[in-house]
């Protein structure tokens, strides 16, 4: 006997690192995400991620016309008073990990919080599922693994980044893998979305 057959969804994303971890949480429950960059990318420009990854998960399902999951996530750090948030990925593209680094330099309180919400669009609507996870932005860079700010990124109750863990370690503690075991008891309750 073979294992148990997954039920794909699509996930409209270019990061494969998102897929890789949303999966440890989707395979487990018998789904499997299947990277899709191919679907136009529209982000709105919102200080909100539900408003963004509801939109991108639209308009994904009106090219596609499958159901889809987006997901938009962003790194809140309280000493900036949630900067950089909804504007993450701009603010890694330009300045990275050293540049925010140097926003805090000197700075005693080092507390922050990885959001994430994933939107599943699907005949019926647009489904949100949030996860968040709190933490402490270290004083210098740690780890190879994740991606984005996962090495100046320590969870609570560890003192290991995120780049510090695998991708399973990570996905335990983390915001997106939060919001993956929602989406998951949600598939499971409407198993009738993914037709
Ligand atoms: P999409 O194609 O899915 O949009 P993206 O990488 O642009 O991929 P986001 O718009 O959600 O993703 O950007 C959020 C940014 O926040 C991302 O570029 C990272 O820099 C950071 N980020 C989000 N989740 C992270 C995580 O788990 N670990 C480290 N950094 C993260």
Known sequence: ?????????????SNA??????NVVLRRCGFEAVAHPGAPKVELQSESLEA?????AAAAYAFLR???IVEDAGLFVDALNGFPGPYSSYVYRTIGVRGLLKLLEGVEDRGAT???????AYRGGVVLFRGEVRGAIAREPRGSGGFG???IFVPEGSTRTFAEMSA???TELSHRGAAARRL????REHPEALE
């Open 1 to 13: 006997m073979g294992a148990p057959r997954l039920r794909r969804i699509l996930f409209a994303t």
């Open 17 to 22: 690192r998102k897929v890789e971890e949303v």
């Open 52 to 56: 963004v990854a509801a939109a991108a």
């Open 66 to 68: 499958r159901p889809v």
């Open 114 to 120: 990885f959001v994430s919400v994933i939107a599943l």
């Open 149 to 151: 700010f996962d090495p």
């Open 168 to 170: 399973e370690e990570k």
């Open 184 to 187: 998951c008891e949600w598939l």
